[in-house]
C-alpha cells in the first residue's frame, strides 16, 4: 500500500472517477429515467473515499462509516426504483447504477493505497460491462447450457485437479510426474478449446479456408477428413477443400511450435527453423491451390471439425494415451536407443501425434539429445502427412485431391530430409 500517495495519484483518482462518470452519462443518456451518479457525482464520490482513507489508512473507520452511508443513500434510491418499470413493463430490477456508485467511491482508496494499474483495471473494465451490455446479454443468449458445464469442467481440470497432483514422479519407468502430464492435457485443451469456440459462434469460421485454419489448431487429421468427405459428396467444395487440407497441415506446424515452447524452450528454439519453414512451404502451396484451381460455383457451409476437447471423457482418454506414450518411450529408448525412439515417431504418427510431442518436450526420456528429440517429432510429422494423404485419397479420390496428396508428401519427404540433418548434426556433436 502506498504509504505517502502522491500528485500522481491524485490525478489518476480524478481522470478514472471523470472516466467513469462520461461513460455513465453517455450510456443512459437517452434514458428519461434519473439515475444516481455521473460525470461530477462520481468524482466527488472518488474524492470523498480517498479523504475519508487518508484519515485512518489502518482501521479505515471513517472510510467504512462513508460507505455505510452511501449505501443507505443507494437503497433508499432503490426501493423506490424497483417500482417502476422500463420499456418492455418489467421492473427496474438491476444493481448496476448502486454498483457503479460504489465502485466510484471505493475508487478514492484504490487510486490512493494500490498500484495504479488496480485502479486503472477495474475502472476499466467497469466502463467495458456497462457500455457492453447489448452484446454481452446477447453472448449469454447465444452460449448454451452445455458450454457453461464445459467451462466449469475446465475450471475443475485447471484450478481443483491440477494443485492436487504430485510433482514427483510416481514410478520409475518413467520421468514425467502427473502434473507433467495433466498440464500437458490442458495445454493441449485450451488451443483445441479455442478452435472450438470459434468454429461453433463465429460465423466465418464454419466454412472455407476458417474452417481449414482452425482445424489444423483443433487436429490437421480431423480437418483432413471432414474437408475430403466433403469433396466426395460435392465436388464444387475441390478447390477450397484442397487448400484447406494444405492449409491445416501447415497450422500443424504451429501448433506443435507453441506446444514444445511451453515446456522446453531449448528444444523450441531448435525446432524454429524446421517447423516455420515446412510451416510456409504448406503455407505457400494453399495459395497457389487456391489461385489456380477453378472457383467453386457457390459457397458452401461446411460443419465444424472439432468436437469439445474438454469433455472429461475426452479428457481422460488423452491423459491415459500421454502416459501410455510416456512409458512406451522409455521402454524403447531403454532397448533399442536411438533407433527405437525413431521407430516409435514413425509409428505415433499414423495416430495422436501431442501425446508423443509433449512427452519428449517434458523430458519423457532421459539421456536423449535435444536433437534426436527434435528429428523424432519431425519424424512424427512426417508420418502423420503421409497418414493424411491416404485419408483425403480414400474419401476423396486421388483425382479430386491429387494437389493436396502431393503437397502432404512433399510436406512430409522435407521433414524426413530436416530430421535427418538434424540427427547426423545431433550424432556429430555427442
Known sequence: MNAAPSAANFALLLGLSFFLGLAFEDFFVQSATKRPGGIRTFPLLALAGGMLYLFDPNHFVPFTGGLLVLGAWLSIFYAGHIRERDETGEPNVGLVVLVLNVHAYLLGAIALALPNWVAVGTTVAAVLLLTGRERLHGLA??????EII????????TGLVLPLLP????????????????LALLVVCTLSYASY????YWAPAAGGLWMAALGGLYSSTATTVVLAR????????????????????GIMYLRILVIVAVFNLDLARLLLVPLLGLCLAALLICALQHSFTRPQPMAVRGKPVSRNPLALGAAAIFAAVFILTSLLSTWVKNEFG???IYSLAAVVGITDIDPFVLNLAQGGTSGVALGTIAAAIL???????????GYAAAFAGSRAVGTSIGALIFLAIAAIAAAAAMGALSSSIS
Not at 150 to 157: D, E, P, S, V, Y
Not at 167 to 182: D, K
Not at 197 to 200: F, P
Open 379 to 389: 519424424i512424427a510429422t512426417s508420418s502423420n502427412n503421409l497418414l493424411k494423404a
Open 338 to 340: 536411438v533407433a527405437g
Open 167 to 182: 510433482s514427483e514422479p510416481v514410478t520409475t519407468l518413467t520421468n514425467i510426474t502427473p502434473r507433467q502430464a495433466w
Open 197 to 200: 469456440l470459434a468454429q461453433h
Open 141 to 146: 443468449r447465444r452460449v448454451e447450457l452445455k
Open 230 to 249: 466433403q469433396i466426395g459428396h460435392d465436388e464444387a467444395l475441390q478447390r477450397d477443400a484442397q487448400a484447406g487440407i494444405t492449409l491445416a497441415t
Open 150 to 157: 464445459t467451462l466449469g469442467q475446465f475450471l475443475i481440470l
